[in-house]
Each structure stands twice: as structure tokens, then as C-alpha cells.
């Protein structure tokens, strides 16, 4: 397994010299050829890589934006197809519970079915979905739709990666991994923006259809342009009951979490609750029997690797969860329009595009340890702040210092955070490492958005303002992150040399194993205090 899933640089499927491009790869014999057993790669400045490095930007980047840019139309979706927070809630959990439940496996079946179809699959099956989205006529059609997007986007995220790795040369897979972070960073901050705009200009359901263009471009250029890969050494028996047991579990807890304050304990909702429950503790039992598991349970030997994904969990419950209601806080009952909102929240995103390289690049000099418990501490603040932003509360005095205290938390917290798991875990683990990391965060904010409305005491047949609860859920979530701020201090000690590159999103994680400058580790000068 590697990073996110994917699968790191192996032999592609490709004819020996002189013959053909490999089947369905669109090259003209001759020309271009993807490497074969003895060639080591397409560069990224030439064409072929500059295709590929484009395909896997285009085809990643409607995915990792979808995840940030429909928060901020959930008010209009409420509009128009009714429901109350509840209906919201399952907007973004839908996604986010099928996306986290496969991101692993998604990985794993692109190295045994090939790369390149498994990614296609992928595109194909997110596009017919936000075909779905935007043309649902009711809440729980656009919830079906939402849970089939995550299904693609299991596919596409380390789908993207995995032909980076298996089609470029490796000398360049740093690179081109800054380049897809990047790029995919600056779409993830203007894209609330282009969904406010597209809101006031003409619908809500615009935000979903404007991923088929682009989705179909992606199409294009990764039939034509980039070659078919696989892992010839992939497992031949599939984790298949891990990945049920997990997905049943996830989805059981989050429906008895969202459910059970509108429904009460009702057989539906128990029923859920305890196959849950159920799922969640035979998944550990599957992983340690399974000769090739999801998740390789021994990982979490490593003390260091185990405190950094507690404190992922922490930060990124309280980051999905705060941002999931501050942009219901700011339409809802502070009145701003979707496209002030988005705009409202663009700090936090710039913050961490600007910040992140230069914060990785000072915990290279003085080790991980101190930002991983300055960071969350920081982010902590901003949203003590955010418990502020009430009804009659101005944007530059009480929103706009505490997103950007928050944003400057968050950017201080990711950077080091590749270089901590990286370092944790032997080499032949660190794929895996990476790829644990970031289902952490995508689990931690399914589970926020579920959970903190009611712990917080959100009525969740609202249509309009929050009431108190909103405060309460920035201090719940400031709780979190204080207590990842703990868990780092407690545990971080080493940091492994990397390539400091910004996030591709503020819900992204940990980068790939690819970014670092080399295998070995440097002590943290703190690690002594």
C-alpha cells in the first residue's frame, strides 16, 4: 500500500520498444512511449508528463474542491429541497462517510486492476453523481447522489497520486506532487467563492454541474495520454471484509449520531447504532487475520505514529466541524449571502497556501515537536474567537481575526505533520503510513459533523440561526484541538527531511512519502525538553 492508497512507481504494462503504445493509451507508435521494465519514467517537463501531471490534477481536483465548496451552498440546498440541519449534515457526511470508507481500498484496487481504469472508473462514476446532485428533486435523492460522489472520489484521490508515482520518473514525483498540491490548494480556496457566485447568479445545483466539464476533460486527456500500470506484486486476495466492516461501521454510527436527536431511539435507529458497533470491532479482529490488511494494525506499534493520528483526529474533528457550522452561523443568522460567506472564510485557506512551505521549512531546523503543539494550540484560539461571531457582530472585529488565527493554527499544525508520520514508521510502512493519516482526517470530520451539532445543543430541525449552541461547538471544538496539542507534546519526537510543499485543501493532511528529501531522520531538537 502506499500514500493515500495509491501505489508507488512499478512496472507499467507497456510494449517493448518499437512496437505500439500500450492499449488504450492513445500514443502513436514510437513516439512518446511510457516506460517499460528498463525505462524509468515519462519526465514532467516533457509533454507525455505534462499530460499525466494535468489528467491527475484535473481529475483529483473536482474531488478534493467538492469537498469544500458545497458547505458554503448548504443553506440554498435547504431553500429549495427543505429539511433542517439534519438534511445538511447528511449532505456532507455522505460524501465524506463513502470517501473515507474507501479511500484505502480505492488505492489498493488501482495497483491490482490497473491504475489507469481504476481512476477512470472513478472519474466516470463522481461525474454521473454530480450529474445526479444537481439534478435531484428531493433531500434524500441528493444524499444517495452525495453518498455515489464519494464512492468516485475514494477512487480519484489516491487514483491521482498513483499514476504520478507509476508514470513519471521518480526524481520528479517530489515535484510533481508540489505541483498537484498546489494547484488543487489554489482551486480548494477560490472554490466557495465560485460556489457563492454561482448561487447568486443561478443555482445551488450549478455547484454539482459545473464538475462535468472538467470532469470531462480530465476523461479525455487520461484515455489519450496516459498509459495503463499495475503492481505486479499486489495482493491476490483483497481485504474486501475489512473495507465492509469499516464501511458498516462508519455508516451505522454516523446515521444513530445524525438520526437519534429527530427520530429518538427508535429499532431503526438502535439497529444502526448497534450494526455500528458491531462493524467498528470486527474491523480491528478482519485486519490482524488478513494476510494483506487495509490497515496493517502493526503501524500503530510505533508511539510517535499513534500520538500524530490522536492529534490529526483532534485538529481535523474540530476544523470539519467548526467550518461545517461557522458558514451555517454566517448565512443563517448573520444574513451574509453565500458569496459574502465564501469570501468570509477565504483567510483561513490563504493562510495555510502561504504559510504551510515556510512553517515546514523552520520545523526541518527545530524539529516537529514544537509547532504539532504550538499549532493546535494557536488554531485553539482562533476558534475561541469564533465563538464571537454572533447576530449584530462585524466581519473585520469579530470574523475575520478569528479565521485568521485559526487559519494560521491550521498551517502551523500541517506542515510538520508529513515529516512526523513519515518518521515514524519503517520505510517499507511509510505508503501506508501516509494513507492512514489521511482517512484519520476524513473519518474525524465525518464524525465532527455528525456529533457536534447535538453535543452541542443545535436544535437540528433548525432552518435558521443556530442559537448558543454555535459557541458552545467552537469551545467543544477548541477542546479538541487543545487536547491534540497534549497528545503531540506527549508523543512527537522525530521528524523525517521533506520537500515542504503547501496543502492541496485545509481538509488535506498528510503529503506523500515522495516529498521527502531522504529516508533518514533528523532528531528534534525538542525532543530533549
Same mark, same amino acid.
Given at each position: 500500500?502506499?500514500?493515500?492508497?495509491?501505489?508507488?512507481?512499478?512496472?507499467?504494462?507497456?510494449?517493448? #520498444?518499437?512496437?505500439?503504445?500500450?492499449?488504450?493509451?492513445?500514443?502513436?507508435?514510437?513516439?512518446?512511449? #511510457?516506460?517499460?521494465?528498463?525505462?524509468?519514467?515519462?519526465?514532467?517537463?516533457? #509533454?507525455?508528463?505534462?499530460?499525466?501531471?494535468?489528467?491527475?490534477?484535473?481529475?483529483?481536483?473536482?474531488?478534493?474542491?467538492?469537498?469544500?465548496?458545497?458547505?458554503?451552498?448548504?443553506?440554498?440546498?435547504?431553500?429549495?429541497?427543505?429539511?433542517?440541519?439534519?438534511?445538511?449534515?447528511?449532505?456532507?457526511?455522505?460524501?465524506?462517510?463513502?470517501?473515507?470508507?474507501?479511500?484505502?481500498?480505492?488505492?489498493?484496487?488501482?495497483?491490482?486492476?490497473?491504475?489507469?481504469?481504476?481512476?477512470?472508473?472513478?472519474?466516470? $462514476?463522481?461525474?454521473?453523481?454530480?450529474?445526479?446532485?444537481?439534478?435531484?428533486?428531493?433531500?434524500?435523492?441528493?444524499?444517495?447522489?452525495?453518498?455515489?460522489?464519494?464512492?468516485?472520489?475514494?477512487?480519484?484521490?489516491?487514483?491521482?497520486?498513483?499514476? /504520478?508515482?507509476?508514470?513519471?520518473?521518480?526524481?520528479?514525483?517530489?515535484?510533481?506532487?508540489?505541483?498537484?498540491?498546489?494547484?488543487?490548494?489554489?482551486?480548494?480556496?477560490?472554490?466557495?467563492?465560485?460556489?457563492?457566485?454561482?448561487?447568486?447568479?443561478?443555482?445551488?445545483?450549478?455547484?454539482?454541474?459545473?464538475?462535468?466539464?472538467?470532469?470531462?476533460?480530465?476523461?479525455?486527456?487520461?484515455?489519450?495520454?496516459?498509459?495503463?500500470?499495475?503492481?505486479?506484486?499486489?495482493?491476490?486476495?483483497?481485504?474486501?471484509?475489512?473495507?465492509?466492516?469499516?464501511?458498516?461501521?462508519?455508516?451505522?454510527?454516523?446515521?444513530?449520531?445524525?438520526?437519534?436527536?429527530?427520530?429518538?431511539?427508535?429499532?431503526?435507529?438502535?439497529?444502526?447504532?448497534?450494526?455500528?458497533?458491531?462493524?467498528?470491532?470486527?474491523?480491528?479482529?478482519?485486519?490482524?487475520?488478513?494476510?494483506?490488511?487495509?490497515?496493517?494494525?502493526?503501524?500503530?506499534?510505533?508511539?510517535?505514529?499513534?500520538?500524530?493520528?490522536?492529534?490529526?483526529?483532534?485538529?481535523?474533528?474540530?476544523?470539519?466541524?467548526?467550518?461545517?457550522?461557522?458558514?451555517?452561523?454566517?448565512?443563517?443568522?448573520?444574513?451574509?449571502?453565500?458569496?459574502?460567506?465564501?469570501?468570509?472564510?477565504?483567510?483561513? $485557506?490563504?493562510?495555510?497556501?502561504?504559510?504551510?512551505?515556510?512553517?515546514?521549512?523552520?520545523?526541518?531546523? /527545530?524539529?516537529?515537536?514544537?509547532?504539532?503543539?504550538?499549532?493546535?494550540?494557536?488554531?485553539?484560539?482562533?476558534?475561541?474567537?469564533?465563538?464571537?461571531?454572533?447576530?449584530?457582530?462585524?466581519?473585520?472585529?469579530?470574523?475575520?481575526?478569528?479565521? $485568521?488565527?485559526?487559519?494560521?493554527?491550521?498551517?502551523?499544525?500541517?506542515?510538520?505533520?508529513?515529516?512526523?508520520?513519515?518518521?515514524?514508521?519503517?520505510?517499507?510502512?511509510?505508503?501506508?503510513?501516509?494513507?492512514?493519516?489521511?482517512?484519520?482526517?476524513?473519518?474525524?470530520?465525518?464524525?465532527?459533523?455528525?456529533?457536534?451539532? $447535538?453535543?452541542?445543543?443545535?436544535?437540528?430541525?433548525?432552518?435558521?440561526?443556530?442559537?448558543?449552541?454555535?459557541?458552545?461547538?467552537?469551545?467543544?471544538?477548541?477542546?479538541?484541538?487543545?487536547?491534540?496539542?497534549?497528545?503531540?507534546?506527549?508523543?512527537?519526537?522525530?521528524?523525517?527531511?521533506?520537500?515542504?510543499?503547501?496543502?492541496?485543501?485545509?481538509?488535506?493532511?498528510?503529503?506523500?512519502?515522495?516529498?521527502?528529501?531522504?529516508?533518514?531522520?533528523?532528531?528534534?531538537?525538542?525532543?530533549?525538553?
Amino acid at each position: 500500500m502506499s500514500g493515500q492508497g495509491g501505489g508507488k512507481s512499478r512496472h507499467m504494462d507497456a510494449k517493448p #520498444p518499437g512496437s505500439d503504445g500500450p492499449p488504450g493509451s492513445g500514443l502513436p507508435p514510437g513516439k512518446d512511449r #511510457p516506460p517499460d521494465r528498463e525505462r524509468p519514467g515519462f519526465a514532467i517537463d516533457s #509533454p507525455s508528463g505534462r499530460w499525466v501531471l494535468a489528467g491527475a490534477i484535473l481529475g483529483s481536483g473536482v474531488a478534493l474542491l467538492d469537498a469544500t465548496v458545497v458547505t458554503i451552498v448548504l443553506p440554498a440546498i435547504r431553500q429549495n429541497l427543505g429539511g433542517g440541519l439534519v438534511v445538511q449534515q447528511w449532505v456532507v457526511d455522505g460524501y465524506v462517510l463513502s470517501l473515507g470508507s474507501l479511500l484505502l481500498l480505492g488505492g489498493v484496487l488501482g495497483d491490482r486492476y490497473g491504475r489507469r481504469r481504476t481512476f477512470l472508473i472513478g472519474l466516470m $462514476t463522481f461525474t454521473a453523481a454530480s450529474l445526479a446532485c444537481g439534478l435531484a428533486p428531493n433531500a434524500a435523492s441528493l444524499i444517495l447522489a452525495r453518498l455515489a460522489q464519494g464512492v468516485g472520489g475514494a477512487l480519484l484521490v489516491p487514483g491521482s497520486l498513483a499514476l /504520478i508515482y507509476a508514470t513519471l520518473r521518480a526524481e520528479d514525483h517530489g515535484r510533481a506532487v508540489g505541483v498537484w498540491a498546489g494547484l488543487t490548494g489554489v482551486a480548494s480556496a477560490v472554490g466557495p467563492l465560485v460556489g457563492g457566485w454561482l448561487v447568486a447568479a443561478a443555482s445551488w445545483r450549478w455547484v454539482f454541474l459545473l464538475n462535468l466539464p472538467f470532469a470531462a476533460v480530465a476523461l479525455g486527456v487520461i484515455r489519450r495520454h496516459v498509459p495503463e500500470s499495475r503492481d505486479p506484486t499486489s495482493p491476490r486476495r483483497l481485504d474486501l471484509a475489512g473495507a465492509a466492516a469499516i464501511s458498516i461501521g462508519l455508516a451505522g454510527v454516523t446515521f444513530a449520531c445524525i438520526e437519534v436527536p429527530v427520530r429518538g431511539w427508535s429499532a431503526v435507529t438502535v439497529l444502526a447504532g448497534v450494526a455500528g458497533a458491531a462493524g467498528l470491532t470486527a474491523f480491528p479482529l478482519l485486519e490482524t487475520r488478513h494476510p494483506a490488511p487495509l490497515l496493517p494494525l502493526r503501524i500503530f506499534s510505533s508511539r510517535q505514529f499513534t500520538g500524530a493520528n490522536l492529534t490529526t483526529f483532534g485538529v481535523y474533528a474540530a476544523l470539519s466541524g467548526a467550518l461545517f457550522l461557522l458558514a451555517l452561523q454566517l448565512q443563517q443568522t448573520l444574513r451574509y449571502s453565500a458569496f459574502a460567506a465564501g469570501l468570509a472564510l477565504l483567510p483561513i $485557506t490563504i493562510v495555510m497556501l502561504l504559510l504551510s512551505p515556510r512553517v515546514g521549512a523552520l520545523g526541518q531546523r /527545530i524539529g516537529p515537536r514544537a509547532p504539532m503543539t504550538v499549532g493546535p494550540l494557536v488554531a485553539g484560539l482562533g476558534l475561541l474567537l469564533m465563538a464571537r461571531v454572533q447576530h449584530g457582530g462585524a466581519y473585520w472585529t469579530h470574523v475575520f481575526p478569528a479565521v $485568521t488565527v485559526f487559519g494560521l493554527g491550521m498551517a502551523i499544525t500541517v506542515a510538520p505533520l508529513t515529516s512526523t508520520v513519515l518518521a515514524s514508521v519503517p520505510e517499507h510502512l511509510v505508503g501506508a503510513a501516509s494513507g492512514v493519516n489521511n482517512a484519520v482526517a476524513r473519518v474525524a470530520g465525518l464524525l465532527a459533523v455528525a456529533v457536534l451539532p $447535538t453535543v452541542a445543543g443545535i436544535p437540528v430541525t433548525t432552518a435558521g440561526p443556530l442559537g448558543p449552541g454555535f459557541a458552545r461547538a467552537m469551545l467543544a471544538s477548541a477542546a479538541l484541538c487543545a487536547a491534540g496539542a497534549v497528545v503531540a507534546f506527549a508523543t512527537v519526537r522525530t521528524g523525517a527531511r521533506v520537500r515542504p510543499h503547501p496543502p492541496p485543501g485545509a481538509r488535506h493532511a498528510c503529503l506523500e512519502p515522495c516529498t521527502r528529501v531522504d529516508v533518514a531522520s533528523v532528531r528534534s531538537t525538542s525532543s530533549d525538553v
